[in-house]
């Protein structure tokens, strides 16, 4: 199974991703097809008999191409025929063509294979190359919707410039009657459409001619989309009006009225309304944009010859690179040298640094501290944890929802059968004696106001802002129907340990009897256990060493397992251990019999210590449940949603944790295998969301309607769950849950608006709604009305940008 990506510029709505799918869907070969709207992508499976060439001169036929880019390369001596092959294997080449003077031109999908991807190919094969010419790399999607809104602004600002002196000479005299004589005296009637035919003939081959572009060849194909209505709305109000400049005399008497300000004015509109547009999607892509932005262009790499600056992009793992104090990171590494502390907020959201030595692992994007650092490259590209983040991200963000196949199944025959309704205003109005300039006046309105851009645009850009505000609150959906079917989830359930709770046992209660103090007990214990590896006993080592108690030397350590630990401290005999221990070493553990069982009732591991045989104190041990795991249970609560808590730990344990956290519904003592079952019973109630650790809770993630991994940002390509929260703070989950349900309610009022605004505005445009007959509303409206209705589509999509905060 291959998969690549295609860059395709051309995709401008809802019908268009559609079309793409359905194109690359009919080849051989292909599994999935997956359009990215707001990155202007597709994302292709496949496996033979299709490739990557005929699957983007289908792209072409159905009047889509891709982005092409091509490197040439120098190889030697090397058998050509290896060399193509080997480079024709690399994921998006379209094409291999090798030269007899050694070089070779590689043509690929623009964004699907680096010049250093190529080299790799055939270093694979024994053969040294080098790149002679390569076409620069894409520009990362955010670089690509700010150039497009660039673009779109100067069109919109030359529209407007040719389209004001239009404007003027038709709607000026009816906004001030006098001016109209002013005019006909200085240019003459004749002179005033003519000004208007040169200047909306202008409007129409530049700032407009991006409308004719895409919509008349659609068109051609019968596969007519927006472009299509605004391209036919525009000519056909210019071709009339221009029939009446060039030769009146073929029209009936009546009808010699221009229109050439309809023409103008819908591009101008439709082209601010696309500005708008695109302004508001580089707002909503942001959170893509400060991820980029956290890699760094250029790295001090250690050479032979001595350190050298090196852009990012020729690392290679292997390389040393120096770190300097306050520097971030250029990609993943282990420290080689130094000792040191790194931010790493950008990944897990917690603001303490982290510290860092020789032989840890170090992620790119982090920020160093004060001291000096040198690092081994381990991972470079696309395999770094940033670039994986990224990739997570964009990918969520161009995926549909269940809700998305309504609207692409109504897109798709909304524009035939606005053409037909269009025809039918026409025809009416013509038939009842209108005449047939204003009957082709109704017939523009309806082409202009029922573009169903709003209609495309209402899910992906909610779905866009909603991922990105997912990514900055450390929320990655790798799955995009996660967030339909979290926003319908009626119970959530979590794992205990590393979930709710800190995932290592911690000394939480000391039980002291008199003659001893608590100091003298934990530099005892501590000394004892020191020379221990049991996660109790490091408890013990890092509470005394969290009260600044240096541990006392031990001798003669000698650890039983199931029982405990003796060991001689400063002179004496200790022994720290369960009742048993104390039992087979002749010790009555009455004294501490009973505070051992309160700690055993509140789910705390008790550990009794004796002294040169006299029982002296309890230690309580736990592995306390983490800072915010209360508020998180009490977050979800707020929201309506079930809380349980399924563990494999003992019950009295669990039950414990379930107490101190608010959380009733606690299911303990379960394997694996059991977590599923409960999750499954727990389906009958309605949808079930399960919180793990993504590792050992692997199989209740994949059984429960969405599965969440609670990972620590290396931990980003966790296969058994849809959403990753970035981090270890469990309110991730609510506020997982709180974002779903703000984009299903933002979806629904966008559909809400979409339909209900072409529902109430076809009727208006054709004239039905309008008192006594006859056309109503003017295709200048029809085209204000239709790019507010978009814009206003972006602009609620927006809010996003501080839901679940």
Same mark, same amino acid.
Request: hydrophobic share 55%.
């Given at each position: ?38 990155? &202007? %992508? ?23 191409? *891709? ?24 994921? @998006? ?30 270093? +694979? ?7 002679? %010419? ?56 004749? @002179? ?32 007519? =989309? ?23 005399? *073929? ?9 050439? =300000? ?75 040298? +130094? ?66 196949? #309504? ?13 037909? #309704? ?95 103090? =608590? ?11 020191? &020379? $221990? ?29 199931? &029982? ?22 002749? *010790? ?106 993504? *590792? ?43 974002? $779903? ?45 239709? %790019?507010? %209705? ?16």
């Amino acid at each position: 199974m291959a998969s690549t990506s295609f860059i395709v510029e051309g995709m401008h709505c809802g019908a268009c991703t559609g079309r793409v799918e359905r194109a690359l869907q009919a080849e051989a070969g292909v599994t999935l097809a997956a359009a990215n709207l707001m990155a &202007r %992508s597709v994302r292709v499976e496949f496996e033979p008999p299709a490739r990557a060439e005929a699957l983007a001169e289908a792209l072409a036929r159905a009047g889509y191409p *891709i982005a092409r880019a091509e490197t040439c390369l120098a190889f030697g001596t090397a058998d050509p025929g290896q060399v193509a092959a080997a480079l024709q294997a690399a994921p @998006g080449v379209l094409s291999v063509a090798v030269a007899p003077d050694g070089t070779a031109r590689v043509t690929y999908a623009q964004g699907t294979v680096a010049p250093s991807e190529l080299l790799r190919r055939l270093e +694979g094969i024994d053969v040294q190359a080098r790149v002679i %010419s390569a076409t620069p790399a894409p520009a990362p999607v955010a670089e690509r919707q700010a150039a497009e809104a660039g673009r779109l602004k100067r069109q919109v600002l030359l529209s407007a410039l040719l389209t004001a002196p239009v404007f003027f000479l038709a709607m000026g005299p009816h906004l001030y009657p006098p001016l109209h004589h002013l005019l006909a005296r200085a240019i003459g009637e004749d @002179g005033m459409q003519a000004v208007q035919f040169v200047f909306t003939t202008l409007v129409l081959a530049f700032p407009g001619r991006v409308f004719l572009r895409l919509g008349l060849p659609a068109l051609f194909r019968l596969a007519p =989309e927006m472009n299509s209505l605004v391209a036919l709305g525009a000519l056909a109000a210019w071709g009339y009006s221009a029939l009446v400049v060039l030769m009146p005399q *073929i029209l009936p008497p009546g009808t010699v009225d221009v229109y050439f =300000e309809a023409a103008a004015v819908i591009v101008t509109l439709i082209l601010l309304g696309r500005w708008l547009e695109a302004r508001a999607k580089g707002q909503a892509g942001e959170a893509i944009s400060r991820l980029v932005a956290l890699r760094p262009a250029t790295a001090r790499v250690q050479r032979p010859g001595g350190t050298v600056e090196l852009p990012v992009a020729e690392l290679a793992p292997g390389d040393l690179v120096e770190l300097a104090p306050g520097g971030r990171v250029a990609v993943d590494g282990i420290v080689t040298e +130094g000792h040191g502390f790194l931010d790493e907020s950008m990944l897990t959201g917690e603001p303490v640094p982290v510290e860092k030595a020789p032989g840890q692992p170090v992620t790119g994007g982090t920020v160093n501290g004060t001291s000096a650092l040198v690092y081994r490259v381990t991972a470079t590209g696309a395999d770094t944890v940033l670039s994986r983040i990224i990739a997570l991200v964009e990918a969520a963000q161009g995926q549909k929802l269940p809700v998305q196949a #309504l609207v692409d199944r109504v897109t798709r025959v909304f524009v035939p059968v606005v053409m037909a #309704l269009s025809t039918l205003t026409f025809a009416v109005w013509f038939a009842l004696g209108q005449g047939l300039a204003p009957a082709l006046v109704a017939a523009i309105s309806v082409m202009i106001i029922a573009c169903p851009c709003a209609m495309g645009l209402a899910t992906p850009v909610s779905i866009l802002v909603g991922t990105g505000r997912g990514a900055e609150l450390g929320l990655l959906f790798r799955r995009g129907d996660a967030l339909q079917r979290l926003a319908e989830v009626k119970t959530l359930a979590f794992d205990k340990t590393g979930t709710l709770t800190e995932g290592r046992p911690a000394l939480t209660d000391l039980f002291v009897l008199p003659g001893l103090t =608590e100091a003298d007990l934990l530099r005892l214990a501590a000394g004892a256990e020191a &020379r $221990s590896e049991h996660p109790l006993a490091r408890a013990v080592v890092q509470a005394a060493e969290a009260a600044g108690i240096a541990p006392a030397r031990a001798r003669k350590v000698v650890a039983t397992p199931g &029982r405990g630990l003796s060991a001689e401290v400063e002179g004496r005999q200790i022994l720290l251990g369960n009742a048993a221990a104390l039992s087979e070493a002749a *010790i009555d553990p009455a004294p501490l019999a009973a505070q051992a069982e309160v700690f055993a009732q509140d789910g705390k591991t008790p550990v009794l210590v004796a002294l040169d045989g006299t029982p002296v104190a309890v230690l309580a041990l736990s592995d306390p449940p983490k800072p915010h795991a209360a508020a998180a249970v009490a977050a979800l609560e707020r929201e309506g949603i079930a809380v349980a808590m399924i563990s494999g730990d003992v019950a009295a344990t669990a039950a414990a944790v379930g107490r101190q956290l608010g959380i009733s519904r606690v299911i303990a003592g379960v394997l694996p295998a059991g977590k599923v079952a409960a999750l499954t019973a727990m389906q009958d109630t309605g949808a079930v969301a399960f919180v793990g650790d993504g *590792i050992n809770d692997a199989p209740a993630l994949a059984a429960a309607d969405v599965g969440l991994a609670l990972g620590s940002g290396t931990d980003v390509a966790i296969e058994a769950a849809e959403v990753v929260i970035v981090g270890a703070d469990p309110r991730g989950a609510a506020r997982a849950v709180t974002l $779903s349900r703000a984009v299903m309610r933002n979806i629904r009022q966008n559909l809400f608006w979409a339909f209900a605004y072409n529902a109430a505005l076809i009727p208006v445009a054709m004239g039905v709604l309008v008192p006594f007959g006859g056309p109503g509303l003017s295709p200048m409206l029809a085209a204000a009305a239709m %790019s507010l %209705s978009s814009v206003f589509v972006v602009t609620n999509a927006l809010r996003l940008r501080r839901a679940a905060a």
